[in-house]
């Protein structure tokens, strides 16, 4: 529930922000008598790369021997954040003239950034003759794969992605007489 509520925190602010600078000149530009085009929708929400969702992860992750996987150097407690989201750009959107409705074609959801805090680190054992490299190496791999393989996150991150999108679109679509729809 909190990776819930950073991440709708998160994208409202966003949204808002970008809101506020794109959308009041694309309104003001379209009436109902106005044409709906896939290339003015995909303007309006090109924001460059969204993150909506964000998974706070506190990992234990193992440092092997280089080329023994049955050797563990270290072990490391290590806090994390992974951001997941989408090139806006990458949206576009089907148009039914007749009926009046948009629906955005989303992409695949992806890790946008992986961030180990530093000063979380531990290990056992204490101070281990190992790269701070590589360490951070370690644990970016061990949280990206936590991270892939949490379907709440992904599920989280496309629940905010439309509300974001329909925040975005919603005064320039109402204004013109559309009305957003989502493929299921």
Do not use: R
């Amino acid at each position: 529930m909190k990776k819930k509520i950073i991440g709708s925190v998160l994208v409202l602010g966003i949204v808002a922000a970008a809101a506020g600078l794109f959308v009041p000149n694309a309104v003001q530009k379209i009436t109902k008598e106005s044409v709906i085009t896939s290339s003015q929708l995909e303007k309006a929400v090109d924001i460059s790369e969204l993150s909506t969702a964000e998974f706070i992860y506190n990992g234990i992750a193992d440092k092997y021997s280089d080329g023994n996987l049955e050797e563990t150097e270290c072990h490391i407690a290590y806090a994390s954040t992974v951001k997941v989201g989408i090139a806006l750009d990458q949206i576009t959107f089907t148009i039914d003239e007749e009926k009046k409705t948009v629906t955005p074609v989303l992409p695949e959801i992806t890790i946008n950034t992986v961030t180990v805090d530093p000063d979380s680190l531990s290990f056992i054992p204490q101070n281990p003759d190992v790269e701070l490299k590589d360490i951070m190496t370690v644990c970016k791999e061990d949280a990206l794969k936590e991270a892939s393989e949490s379907k709440e996150l992904y599920q989280t991150a496309e629940e905010n992605l439309q509300s974001a999108i329909e925040a975005l679109l919603s005064p320039i679509l109402k204004n013109a007489g559309y009305t957003m729809q989502w493929d299921v």
